[in-house]
């Protein structure tokens, strides 16, 4: 009959010590796993090209940590889940600028892969032709100020966007492309996407 559980003594040993009469606290060996750099998760990123009426565009800026900037992109962010990619350009400029824009129509699609320290990303990337709202006739309708520590928005000319390190390359190369439809609203639209909830 196997004996009583209650009535059993357990004792950790050590392996050079293994002594029933000499009990040792038990070693634990912490093991560290890091998951491979390559994430399944394709991101779909909503991005505004905003022009002013002196023919400059919006750029997010990065910040480096001593708070100089760092690459730039066109301002926007990630669409979540029941929201469309248009709904998603607004709602990044109010929570990053507290600044309403109009969007309108879909102007580029790009698909973009590259590694991070961190990871590999892989991004689809839909940018919208956007107007910045604000009073008519006033100075601060084209004043934007970042709500967010780690980044900061510049208005750059064609010349200072062409030096500038915009990312990703090809979404700057089309910019430059495209310069005077862009700043003036009439570039052509992209095959339109929308949002189905019903079927295939």
Known sequence: ?????????????????????????????????????????IEIIARAVIASPTGEILVCQALKPDGTPNYAYLPGGHVEF?????????????????????VGQLVMLGEHRFETKKRVHHEL????????????????????????????????????FARADIRPPDMKSWVLKHWHAVVTGTAAAAPALSLRTAGW
């Not at 392996?15 to 038990?26: D, G, H, L, W």
């Open 82 to 102: 029941g929201e469309t990619a248009a709904t998603a350009v607004a709602r990044e400029l109010i929570e990053e600028t507290g600044r309403r824009v109009r």
């Open 125 to 160: 990337n839909l940018v919208f032709q956007a107007q910045l709202l604000g009073p008519a006739r006033s100075k601060s309708t084209w004043t934007v100020v970042s709500l967010e520590p780690d980044i900061a928005f510049a208005w750059l000319s064609r010349a200072a």
């Open 1 to 41: 009959m196997p004996p009583n559980p209650k009535n059993v003594t357990r004792v950790t040993f050590s392996p050079s010590t293994a002594s029933p009469r000499r009990p040792v606290k038990k070693i634990v060996t912490r093991v560290t796993f890091t998951p491979p750099p390559l994430s399944p998760h």
